[in-house]
């Protein structure tokens, strides 16, 4: 071991040797002909002495000899000119990188990179910043934005809107959208190339008597016109599909041509939708202002029972944007041709189903909530359940149903719902009734002696919604009674909106001793859909967790339809999201008349779509746009920052907007 060591030591003085030796011939070279990376006149460490070879290279050992042998070389010369020449090109290459920059502008650019000691001592806070008001807004932005007039628009209105197109589909989430669009625009392209070569050539065609040598001209045509753009479009020439996209769109053009019909579908063809702008619809109303809310609540209570977000359950930023804005006197919300989708549903069919999914915080929850108003202004009866993820866990206790076996009550949950449809709907359930055959299949004679003497015979449905308010013992049967008749009356429109839906999927938690039977079930949670509060609504959707699984006979709503959204953000596992998705699309291939199944993917925000929405930030005064004086809406790079960190997702944009 210790000639082993000692061998060690050995190989490492030898190499440090020669390594002193190699550092002591370049600094010979360099001092000859006072040539360095960093300039003429040696090494320069910037402290102001003339030894900085010393401290690199602790040269204090080189002979006056080696110098003078090196300064007489010969070929030394001949070799420095080429490192030196060599040296100046890459100093050269490295400052106009330097200088390309120092021009940058925008975030990552332009922002200091320490904190300064006033930063540190600074003792400024909240209070001692100047109170926002509108005037703030620059004025790009108010001429940017615009909100529909009116307040809320109603189904129709929106089923008919001009809106932008959505982004294209990225890649990674949909790969043969993104190779249908990638080649649809390769052959735009190569459509509006056209014209420019076939029109010199078209009076001379023309010119031709007879329709042989017409013919043999437009054959010729289509071998020069695709030799040309081959010619002029490299890349996309070597295309498999070049030849077929030449063929067809010199098709195209020449019959638009014989029919006096110019439209060459080359890139400016457009739509009333290509050239639309955003839009915003605005749910405040000063009517719901109160004592103690001035200005209103933050959510409008045309959403009920949409709260705000408890600190611990952030999940969403459409309504945390509204805690957030310093403007009290708006609500606003972004439409799009996904919130018009399924307006257009809703028009069109007596009875829907529509599955909205798509990632998480890219507005699937905005687009339930533009639905919900709408369809309440427009006269519909919305049962809106926004927290499924609640609902699926927190109904404190379960009990067997009275009246059908095999069924579970949640009477908390139950009461709460009959509170809330009265809330929202009471003047449009007034004079609406059910029939002595729907109560008789929930309430049983023994429940019925029970109930209160104003209501034992009351079969009015704002009746029974007042006693399921008043005592959670009865409130699963008024719930069941109110619901069953909502579903299967043709008077007036009847909507139900479930977030959340996923969730419904989830592993169970109410338990049960009647549900474990005979030990077979022990330990198994109640499947939702043997719960009174959930049956209704997952009967209507019809669709599973499992697509292979066979769902019983659909249970439709006769007027109006269901309108369910997944969750990205709740705790819900993988394979139950996957398995409804590939089930609603199932569905859509099944097409039942009854009631035919729609699926709306909400897509990411377009880089159109991102400039209002920063702009929508800039009026109300939301984050650090609240004073910046529309220096970020205005400033293209911070634009382009801002769309970059948050993938044109809502739910980021509002983040980086506040960071």
Request: hydrophobic letters at 35%; one cysteine or more.
């Amino acid at each position: 071991n210790m000639f082993r060591l000692s061998l060690n030591i050995a190989r490492g003085s030898l190499q440090r040797s020669n390594y002193r030796k190699r550092c002591r011939e370049s600094l010979i070279q360099l001092r000859s002909f006072g040539v360095s990376r960093y300039g003429q006149g040696g090494f320069d460490n910037d402290d102001g002495d003339d030894g900085d070879e010393h401290e690199i290279f602790g040269t204090d050992d080189i002979s006056p000899d080696d110098m003078e042998l090196h300064q007489h070389n010969p070929f030394a010369v001949e070799e420095n000119t080429a490192e030196r020449e060599t040296l100046e090109e890459e100093e050269e290459r490295q400052q106009k990188a330097r200088d390309e920059f120092a021009a940058k502008k925008g975030r990552g650019w332009s922002d200091p990179w320490e904190v300064t000691e006033d930063d540190w001592t600074c003792e400024m806070e909240l209070a001692d910043f100047p109170e926002w008001n509108p005037s703030n807004a620059s004025k790009l932005s108010l001429d940017r934005i615009k909100v529909l007039e009116g307040g809320i628009p109603n189904i129709k209105d929106i089923s008919e809107l001009s809106l932008p197109n959505p982004p294209v589909s990225h890649p990674s989430s949909d790969k043969d959208e993104y190779n249908f669009h990638r080649e649809n625009s390769h052959f735009k392209h190569v459509c509006g190339k056209i014209p420019a070569l076939v029109d010199p050539k078209l009076e001379k065609i023309r010119a031709l008597k007879t329709w042989e040598e017409k013919q043999d001209a437009v054959d010729e045509l289509f071998e020069s016109v695709e030799g040309k753009l081959k010619e002029s479009e490299e890349i996309l020439g070597r295309q498999p599909s070049f030849g077929t996209w030449v063929e067809t769109g010199l098709e195209k053009y020449l019959e638009d041509v014989q029919n006096e019909d110019k439209n060459t579908l080359d890139e400016n063809q457009s739509n009333g939708d290509d050239q639309a702008i955003p839009l915003f619809m605005d749910l405040y109303d000063k009517n719901d202002a109160t004592d103690s809310e001035k200005e209103g609540p933050v959510v409008p209570k045309i959403l009920h029972p949409l709260k705000p977000h408890k600190k611990a359950d952030l999940v969403g930023r459409m309504v945390e944007e509204w805690e957030l804005a310093a403007h009290c006197g708006t609500r606003r919300i972004m439409l799009r041709q996904s919130t018009r989708e399924i307006a257009k549903i809703m028009e069109e069919n007596t009875s829907f189903r529509v599955f909205v999914n798509g990632d998480s915080g890219c507005g699937k929850t905005a687009a339930l909530c533009s639905i919900v108003a709408s369809a309440r202004k427009s006269g519909y009866i919305v049962f809106y359940a926004p927290d499924g993820d609640r609902l699926r866990r927190d109904g404190y206790y379960v009990e067997p149903n009275s009246r059908i076996p095999g069924l579970f009550d949640i009477p908390i949950l139950s009461q709460e719902m009959c509170e809330n449809i009265l809330l929202s709907h009471k003047a449009d359930l007034t004079g609406m009734n059910t029939s002595e055959e729907t109560r008789n299949k929930f309430l049983d004679d023994s429940l019925r002696e029970t109930l209160p003497e104003k209501y034992r015979d009351d079969l009015s449905l704002v009746g029974l919604l007042k006693l399921g308010a008043e005592n959670d013992a009865f409130a699963p049967t008024c719930y069941s009674i109110v619901i069953e008749t909502l579903m299967n009356q043709e008077d007036k429109p009847f909507l139900v909106v479930l977030d959340e839906f996923n969730c419904y999927y989830d592993y169970g938690h109410y338990f049960h001793m009647d549900y474990d039977g005979d030990f077979e079930r022990v330990g198994s949670a109640i499947p939702l859909d043997k719960i009174t509060l959930f049956k209704p609504f997952l009967d209507s959707m019809g669709i599973s967790s499992d697509p292979d699984e066979k769902k019983e006979d659909l249970l439709p709503i006769k007027r109006g339809g269901i309108v369910a959204a997944i969750s990205e953000n709740r705790a819900v596992a993988r394979k139950f999201t996957d398995g409804l998705v590939a089930s609603a699309a199932k569905e859509v291939q099944a097409n039942d008349p009854s009631s035919p199944m729609h699926v709306v993917t909400i897509p990411r925000y377009s880089d159109l779509e991102v400039e209002h929405i920063l702009s929508n930030f800039d009026v109300i005064g939301i984050g650090r746009l609240r004073f910046d004086m529309g220096d970020t809406v205005i400033d293209e790079q911070e634009v382009s920052y801002l769309r970059m960190v948050s993938g044109s997702n809502g739910q980021q944009l509002l983040e980086a907007c506040i960071i």
